[in-house]
C-alpha cells in the first residue's frame, strides 16, 4: 500500500467512526437508562469530537512523523501533490 493509500484507509476509518457513533449512539440515547438524555446527548457529542481529534494526531507521515493534517486536504485529494512537505518522500510510495 503506498503512503497516501494508508493516509486515505485511516480518513476513510475516521469517516467510519464520525458515522457509526450516532448510528449506536442512538440505540442508547433512547435506551432506558437512568442517565439523563443531555448528558448522553453530550457523551456521543464528546465520541465524535475525540474520533476527529484521534484522525488528526494520528495524520503523520509514516517517514518523518510529522504532522500532516493541516494539508490534509492536498495529500488526500490533489493528486499533484506529491511529497511530505517536511522530509520530500513520494507519497506514492509503498511503505
Ligand atoms: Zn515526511
Known amino acids: ?17 464520525v458515522m457509526m ?5 442512538l440505540s442508547w ?3 432506558s437508562t437512568p442517565l439523563n ?5 453530550a457523551s456521543i457529542a464528546i465520541v465524535e469530537i475525540a474520533v476527529m481529534l484521534l484522525f488528526l494526531a494520528t495524520f503523520r507521515c509514516p ?4 504532522n500532516l493534517s493541516t494539508i490534509s486536504r492536498q ?11 517536511h522530509c520530500g518522500i513520494n507519497l506514492e510510495q509503498t511503505t
Open 1 to 17: 500500500m503506498t503512503i497516501r493509500g494508508h493516509l486515505k484507509f485511516r480518513y476513510r476509518l475516521m469517516i467510519w467512526g
Open 21 to 25: 457513533t450516532p448510528v449506536l449512539g
Open 29 to 31: 440515547l433512547y435506551s
Open 37 to 41: 438524555h443531555s448528558f448522553r446527548s
Open 63 to 66: 517517514n518523518c512523523h510529522k
Open 75 to 85: 495529500v488526500l485529494f490533489n493528486p499533484g501533490f506529491c511529497n511530505c512537505p
